[in-house]
């Protein structure tokens, strides 16, 4: 059995071996893709996404190339389970999001999706954060708390 860490890994990769435009991004390429954001009045936090996929090619070490495709780009939060009975719409799956995730979210809009996958089947589901909150069925607010 993976722990959450291990299981959050292993959902990334099954993503990005779809081959369907799914990209993980390095921390300078983090960097400039938040800064592109912010001139656009978009806020982004680097933990805040796992991936980003886009319809086009992208060198994101150029900031010019990352503006003039911004629109082609979906930021995307990976949330994993390896439940082996999971129904394939996700029912009964229970998720933490993060106040920095529904900021992003909030700011980014249409750019913005999570990725439920499940690591046994390897099936994943996407989904806006309206699409989230339309399909939920309980919200329950909590903090965590780091020393």
Not at 34 to 39: D, K, Q, S
Not at 85 to 102: H, I, P, R
Not at 123 to 131: G, I
């Amino acid at each position: 059995m993976l722990n959450e860490k291990q299981t959050a890994s292993k959902a990334v990769q099954i993503l990005l071996n779809k081959k369907q435009g799914f990209r993980d991004l390095s921390r300078e390429e983090k960097k400039n893709f938040a800064v592109v954001l912010a001139r656009n009045n978009m806020i982004i936090y680097g933990n805040a996404f796992d991936l980003i996929r886009s319809k086009k090619e992208i060198d994101f070490t150029n900031e010019f190339d990352i503006e003039k495709n911004l629109k082609s780009i979906t930021v995307y939060e990976v949330k994993s389970t390896q439940q082996q009975n999971m129904k394939k719409d996700f029912s009964g799956y229970f998720f933490d999001l993060t106040t920095a995730e529904l900021l992003v979210a909030q700011s980014l809009k249409n750019y913005f999706k999570f990725a439920f996958v499940n690591t046994v089947t390897k099936e994943y589901m996407e989904m806006t954060l309206n699409q989230v909150f339309a399909k939920s069925k309980g919200i329950y607010p909590k903090w965590a708390i780091r020393f």
